[in-house]
């Protein structure tokens, strides 16, 4: 069956750097647009960054813009996303969720990491 | 940037219709889909472009597109039918995913 596995959230200083790694496995890794959403405790659901399936376009939310950088090895399923000068602001649990296409749903999601920006 | 509105919160007794709103410019223009999220879980894909359901999802659940609303109307409501709602759109002119703010849904 499809799954997506987040890894790597935890506790970080502000201004600190998290790597974020979301493993695929049930469906063909390679043809799908990846997505990561975060949500911040007791919000809603806030996109994040995209990337295409053969990692040739990636798209930021202005919130992350300059500091988080999407990518993705398709020969190891894997997603990630690095996070660089992290803010109090950041803190949030951490989903990747995939789709076909620009206008498509997302047909899939991970459980979600957690994230803690906090001195 | 493309926002999409949607009401805090809906409150419906059990056996009733609730809608579930989501306001955007000229939103009819695009596709909107819905999710379900409940607490401590990831969301959950009820009503894709517009109006279609995935499978395994009741027929109770419906989606319509026109103008500038979008509506997720859920018929015949249960007490597992409470939870959180998010329309969401791509946004072709920015290039970002948009949802909407979310809709706590409560069944009385």
């Known amino acids: 069956q499809v799954q997506l596995v987040e890894s790597g959230g935890g506790v970080v200083q502000p201004g600190g750097s998290l790597r974020l790694s979301c493993a695929a496995s049930?469906?063909?890794?390679?043809?799908?647009?990846m997505h990561w959403v975060r949500q911040a405790p007791g919000k809603g659901l806030e996109w994040v960054a995209f990337i295409r399936y053969d990692g040739s376009n990636k798209y930021y939310a202005d919130s992350v813009k300059g500091r988080f950088t999407i990518s993705r090895d398709n020969s190891k399923n894997t997603l990630y996303l690095q996070m660089n000068s992290l803010r109090a602001e950041d803190t949030a649990v951490y989903y990747c969720g995939g789709n076909s296409g620009y206008d498509s749903p997302f047909d899939y999601w991970g459980q979600g990491t957690l994230v803690t920006v906090s001195s | 940037s493309y926002v999409l509105t949607q009401p805090p919160s809906v409150s419906v007794a059990p056996g009733q219709t609730a809608r579930i709103t989501c306001g955007g410019n000229?939103?009819?223009?695009?596709?909107v889909h819905w999710y379900q999220q409940k607490p401590g879980q990831a969301p959950v894909l009820v009503v894709y472009?517009?109006?279609d359901r995935p499978s395994g999802i009741p027929e109770r659940f419906s989606g319509s597109n026109s103008g500038n609303t979008a509506t997720l109307t859920i018929s015949r409501v249960e007490a597992g039918d409470e939870a959180d709602y998010y329309c969401?759109?791509?946004?072709?002119?920015?290039?970002?995913?948009?949802f909407g703010g979310g809709t706590k849904l409560t069944v009385l």
């Open positions: 000229n939103i009819g223009s695009k596709s």
């Open positions: 472009d517009d109006s």
């Open positions: 969401q759109v791509w946004d072709s002119s920015s290039d970002h995913e948009v």
């Open positions: 049930g469906f063909t890794f390679s043809s799908y647009g």
